[in-house]
């Protein structure tokens, strides 16, 4: 069953769209799904990209 990460609804696999793959601590991982019309709306936060942002603007933030 596809759940959208929007809306938390299921969604039929014809209007099911493929926004990501999120890893698993101890195993393959998920595929991340959102309707059709969500698709626009969901969030993509990669963890690793997110921490090193954060480096950079704290960095920023203490040099001004």
């Known amino acids: 069953m596809?759940?959208?990460r929007h809306c938390d609804q299921a969604?039929?696999?014809g209007n099911a769209v493929l926004v990501m793959h999120e890893m698993g601590n101890s195993g393959p991982?998920?595929?991340v799904y959102a309707c059709?019309?969500?698709v626009d709306d969901v969030?993509?936060?990669d963890p690793v990209v997110l921490r090193i942002m954060t480096r950079i603007?704290?960095?920023q933030a203490?040099?001004?």
Do not use: K, L, Y
Request: glycine share 4%; hydrophobic share 45%; proline share 5%.
């Open 2 to 4: 596809m759940i959208c």
């Open 36 to 38: 059709r019309e969500h």
């Open 62 to 64: 203490a040099r001004d």
């Open 29 to 31: 991982g998920w595929d």
């Open 43 to 45: 969030e993509i936060i």
């Open 57 to 59: 603007w704290t960095a």
């Open 11 to 13: 969604i039929d696999p």
